[in-house]
Structures are given as C-alpha cells and as structure tokens.
C-alpha cells in the first residue's frame, strides 16, 4: 500500500511539530482576539457618538479594513514598516498588528449593530419608569447588548483562527510552513506524504473551529 | 528612520501593465469561483430547505466541513495532497475548485436564511389559491427569499473576491504574487504595495457600492413590512 | 335549501396524542352561510384547515362535491381552487402589489388571460372600495384594506366554497366593520361560506347556521336566533356569557 503520509506523520516528533506549529498560528489569533475585543468594544461605542469628525475618522477606517483583504494588510505591516520607518518587525508580531486591526474593526461594527439594534423603546420604558441613564445602561441595555454579542464575538474567533493561516505568506513558521518543511524532509522514502498531512491539518482545523462554531450557534439559539 | 513614502510614478507606469494582467487573473477566476459557489449553494439550500433525506445529511456535513476551515489549507490539500491520490488539476482549477468549496456554503446559508424568513403560511396561502409546490416556489417563496438573502449574498461575493488573495501560494501569478516578486527581486516596495492597494480597491469599491446601493433600494422597497 | 356541497363525515384529527377534532360531522349546501364559533383551542381554525388539506386528518373523510379532499393527492391543487381561505393574518404576497396578488392564482394556476382578469378584480375592488389602490402595496394598506384585498384574491378564482378563519381578530377594532360589511354583501350574494369569528352580533347577522364547537366535538347546531337566545348546553352558556358584562360599579354598590 503506497504511504499517504499517516507514516510519516507518527515518525519521530513530527506530528508534535505540526501541533506546534498549529500553536503558532492560534496563539497569534488568540492574542489578536483578546486585543481587539475591548478596543472593538471601545470603537463600537464610539461610532455610535455623534460626533462628525470621530465618525468619519473611524469610518475610513473601518472601510478601509474591511474591504482590504488580508493578506494585503499583511503585506504593507510587514513589508512597508520596514521600508516606510525602517522597522524590522517580526513576521510575528506584524501578524498580531494586523489581527488586532482587523480584529477592532470587525468587533466594532458588531457592537454598533447590537447597540443600534436595541429597540427606542427600551429606552423610552426605562424612562417612563424612572432609571437614570446609568441604571438604563447597566440594567437594561448593557446585558441585552452583550446576549446578542457573544455568539458574534465567539464566531469572530473562528473567523481569525481561519485567517491566521495567512502568516505563512509572510514567513511566519506555522503548521502549513512545518508541514512543507515534513513533506520536504521525506521527500524520498515518503513521497505521497502530502496527501495525509494537508489531509491532518485539514482535519486539525475543522476540529479547532468546529466546537467554537457550535458553541455559538447554541447560544444564539438560547438567546435569541 | 527614513520616511520614504515618495512613490516612483515611472516605476509605477511600468508596472501597472503586470498588475493588470494580474487582476485580470484575479478576477477572472474570482468571479468563476463565485459563480460555482452560488450553484452549489442554491442546491444546498433547497435540500435543506425542503429537508431531502440523506442529500439533507450529505449537505450538512459539507457545510461544517467548509465553514470551519480556512481556504488556504483547502487549497493546500486540493493542490498539494490530491494529485498523489492521482486527482491532478492545474492551479487555476484549483483556484476555482477551492473558492467553490468554501463559498459554496457560505452561499448556502445565505439562501438558506432567505427561505427560512418567509413565513409558512405565506406557502399555506399561495396552496389554498391552488397553486402547486413549483408555482408557490417560484412566485411567492423565491422572491421574498432573494431579497433578505441579497445582503449576506453581496457580503459573500466582497469576502470570496478578498479570499483569492491567497491564491499567490499555489503559485498563481495573482496580485499578490506579482507584489510579492517585486519587493523581493527589486526591492519596489512602496510602488509595488500601492499599486496592490489600488487595485485591489478598483476590483473591490465597486462590488461594495453596488452591493449597498442594491441593499438600499430593497429596504427602501421594504415591502417585508 | 340548495344542493349538498361539501360533505365532513366523521373526521378525527391528532396532534400525536392530542385529539384535536373528534369524530366531527357537517354537510353545508349551496348558498349557506356557517358559523364556527367556540372557545379558543376548540378546534375550529383546524376544521377550516383540514378542509383545504392544510393538515392532513387521521380519520374520516372530507368532500367537495363528489371530489375526496386528503393532503398529498393528485388533484388537491384543483380542489383548492374551488375552495376559497381567508387567513386571520391576510398573506398578501408582499413582493406583489394589490392588483399582483390577485392576478397570480387566476393566471399562473386557471391560465386565465391577464385583461379578462384585470377586469373582475377591477370591478371586485370597486366592490369592496378599493379601486384607486390597485397599484398599491400591501404594506401601504391598512389591515382592514388587506384584508378586503385578500378576500378579493380568493374571490377572483371563482371558488364553490369560502373560508373565513377568524378574519377580524388581527384588526383594529374600527377596521373590523368594513371587512365584516364586505361579508355580509357576500352573504347577501347567495355565497356559500364558512366562517369562524369571535363576533357574535356579526355571526347572529350572517348565520344560516351556527356551530359550537367544544374539545374538538360539535356540541350544538342551531339557527342564530336558537342558539344565541335559548343555548341548550351548559358549555354553550357558559361561552356566551363571556361575551356579556356586568356593570362593575353597580355590582360593587350591591356588594357594599
């Protein structure tokens, strides 16, 4: 039976490497998610202010992320830093810096829509009964915003586990990168290895997503 | 620290030919990708939404499958991993394969939501006036599907249009790549960045402003209330 | 009394364990109006579904005419068409305009020609006031316009047969009038209808017939007059009395 790279993978350390690598990139979406949760939170907030000047600076930058795909925000942190400010910075840490960019936007423009989604009404019933503006927001407000949040935010997890693939491209040492290099050293004695092992990270994926996606499918349902 | 953002407009002139035959690429298999991706998801939706057996099952799987992984693996296993299975394609193909597999689903859900937003009494209706399933679906169900569908739907489009950006790494000479090969054999970074941006927004603005003018027009038409 | 046109013979309908309707029994003949009235989860919006075979029913059998009506056959779609619904909540297609949604049915399903079409609905919402709002949307119409539409679109199809499933319950109550007007017309036109509603000085105006219906029986059948001034069953009582109040304050004074 020819060898579809499930050999190789259990020869030597290298299916440890692989989840290493895998640690590499999750590690980048998990440090871009803690970052952007709050300043999203922030950002969303402030969107919903209105003032002129604010709004049209956030939304050029909001536009800007969003329609830009990206791999081409990785591209001009990594490479134009460095030519732009003479920074040189690590595949690394340009990745978090994109993520955390990208990350902010898209939670912001979630937590707009949860807070622009509550209805007038909530606020007018809260008046006519009498709770400050703090009570409203902190009683009423607040936690129905947050209910319709989560599953958006636990879905923007998955979003950038799946996107964090793209470090490679920058020469981020993640599983696709320690993969390629699996593949390479077996070159001889395992030569169909690519198959198994794309066919691993395939499934090492699904399994790292596939929890988060139906855990936030479960909450939207409970909440809605 | 030099701050060098002074662009070479020669430099710019002589390389807008190769960006552009890259964006055709781009484009080309972009909007192929989107066009299977949309086949695949009208068929998804519908034998979700009339609950067909074991098609049901089959489509479901594939949709979990798809959602929870990234295209960049999908295209490393189709490009890489299949041919030693004896399954070659070329890497166009693969682009395409790749971009309908994930948006396939994506489509689906999009069409899927649509169905489900009419009610169904709106189908007990158009029954009791004696129309038969293919009649309501076509005149009562499927309109009312396509409008609430259209946002997720032009959502969809901009981020399968985004997501070829990797299709640089089964060495196809897209945008990406033809950026990639000027910083790295010429040290053109600022041109070559910028004209990347640009015209990743020339392929992309007008997708999105179409996409919020038709989204406007049918809240405005709004005749879901 | 005109002929026999829609035969209910002994029909049982279940919600898994849960009987819905038991055992019920109706002929209605030509040109009569019906009257379903009851207590909420009696089973009267179900009996008006089964007969357009909008649930399928676990026993007996429901004709029109000689014609056997039972979800899932071949000919249901033509039966449909000579069996008219009016829903509580209208179901005007809302991606159509007034004159659109009457238009579909009698095009797509008789295969009618458009003009000759266009022609009686025209005439129908003239009928019902509702002429100049033929380009209309159904969202720029208020419930009760809809509601006289979605009676027109049944209309327009030539049905044998009218349901009417409690109709008015969605409206205001100064758009209740004149939808209830529309249906007196019909009534007055020698229409054949079925109608199940919650007000009874309308059901006592337009009965040829009154049902009660209770836990999914019949438990009484009687003209209008009979029923509303000498109900025989306790059940029948008890059910109309809610309809009648008391004056608050004076019994608080005897009270006292």
């Not at chain 2, 979700?48 to 295209?71: F, G, M």
């Not at chain 2, 006036?129 to 309501?136: E, K, S, V």
């Not at chain 3, 000498?230 to 004076?250: G, I, S, V, Y």
Request: glycine share 6%.
């Amino acid at each position: 039976m020819p060898d579809l790279g499930i050999e190789v993978l259990f020869k030597g350390k290298n299916m440890l490497r692989l989840l290493g690598g895998l640690w590499t990139a999750l590690r980048i979406s998990l440090i871009a998610v803690v970052i952007s949760i709050p300043l999203g939170i922030l950002l969303g907030v402030l969107m919903t202010k209105k003032n002129r000047m604010l709004h049209a600076i956030l939304r050029v930058y909001l536009e800007f992320i969003r329609i830009m795909p990206q791999m081409v925000l990785l591209f001009l942190v990594y490479f134009g830093t460095t030519r732009s400010f003479g920074w040189d910075l690590s595949g690394e840490v340009a990745s978090i810096i994109v993520f955390v960019l990208w990350g902010t936007a898209e939670m912001s423009d979630l937590v707009r829509g949860a807070l622009i989604s509550i209805p007038k009404h909530q606020y007018e019933s809260c008046e006519a009964l009498g709770l400050s503006r703090t009570q409203t927001y902190l009683y009423v407000i607040i936690p129905q915003t947050i209910r319709r949040l989560i599953p958006l935010s636990i879905n923007l997890i998955t979003r950038m586990i799946k996107t964090t693939t793209l470090v490679l491209m920058i020469g981020v040492v993640e599983v696709l990168k320690v993969a390629q290099q699996i593949i390479e050293a077996n070159r001889m004695n395992s030569p169909n290895a690519a198959f198994g092992i794309y066919l691993t990270i395939f499934l090492l994926y699904f399994l790292a997503c596939w929890p988060i996606s139906l855990l936030a499918r479960h909450l939207e349902k409970k909440w809605r | 620290m030099s701050l060098d953002f002074g662009l070479n407009w020669d430099v710019i002139a002589q390389y807008i030919p190769l960006y552009q035959k890259a964006a055709i690429l781009t484009v080309k298999l972009g909007v192929l990708g989107v066009l299977f991706a949309v086949l695949i998801g009208l068929v998804c939706a519908l034998v979700q939404y009339y609950k067909i057996p074991v098609l049901k099952q089959i489509t479901a799987v594939y949709i979990e499958l798809s959602r929870n992984t990234p295209l960049l693996v999908q295209l490393f296993f189709i490009y890489y991993g299949l041919p030693k299975i004896g399954l070659k394609i070329s890497a166009s193909v693969c682009g395409v394969v790749g971009l309908a597999f994930l948006g396939g689903s994506y489509m689906a859900e999009a069409f899927r939501s649509g169905l489900e937003a009419v009610e169904p009494i709106q189908t007990e209706s158009a029954y009791s006036l004696g129309m038969n399933r293919a009649q309501t679906f076509r005149y009562v169900i499927l309109p009312q599907a396509m409008s609430v569908s259209v946002p997720a739907f032009v959502a969809n489009v901009i981020f399968l249009l985004k997501e070829t950006s990797v299709f640089s790494a089964v060495s196809l000479m897209d945008l990406m790549f033809t950026a990639k090969d000027l910083i790295g054999l010429y040290y053109k970074t600022t041109e070559a960045l910028f004209l990347l941006v640009v015209f990743y927004l020339i392929i992309l603005l007008p997708v999105s402003i179409l996409g919020s003018i038709v989204e406007r027009r049918i809240r405005r038409a709004g005749f879901g209330d | 009394m005109g002929e026999p046109v829609l035969h209910i013979e002994h029909i049982t309908k279940k919600y898994e364990d849960h009987t819905v309707l038991n055992d019920v029994n109706l002929t209605v003949h030509q040109g009569e109006v019906i009257v379903i009235i009851g207590p909420s989860g009696c089973g009267k919006s179900t009996l008006l579904r089964c007969i357009n075979a909008l649930e399928p029913i676990q026993g007996g059998e429901i004709r029109l005419e000689d014609k056997k009506i039972e979800a899932g056959s071949k000919e249901l779609a033509a039966i449909r068409q000579k069996i008219g619904m009016v829903f509580q909540s209208y179901e005007l297609f809302p991606h159509l305009t007034v004159l659109d949604n009457i238009l579909l049915a009698p095009m797509k399903v008789q295969k009618r020609s458009r003009e000759e079409v266009k022609k009686e609905a025209l005439t129908l919402l003239d009928r019902v006031g509702l002429k100049d709002r033929a380009d209309s949307y159904p969202r720029q119409l208020s419930g009760g316009q809809k509601q006289r539409v979605a009676i027109v679109r049944a209309l327009c199809m030539h049905p044998e047969i009218l349901l009417f499933d409690e109709v008015t319950a969605a409206l205001d109550p100064e758009m209740v009038r004149e939808v209830l007007d529309v249906m007196l017309d019909l009534a007055s036109q020698g229409r054949t209808m079925l109608i199940v509603t919650h007000e009874m000085s309308f059901a006592k105006a337009v009965a040829d017939r009154v049902i009660f219906l209770d836990g999914g029986k019949i438990a009484e059948e009687a003209t209008p007059k009979e029923f509303f001034e000498h109900p025989k069953t306790e059940r029948a009582k008890q059910f109309l009395n809610m309809f009648t109040f008391e004056d608050a304050k004076t019994q608080n004074t005897e009270n006292e």
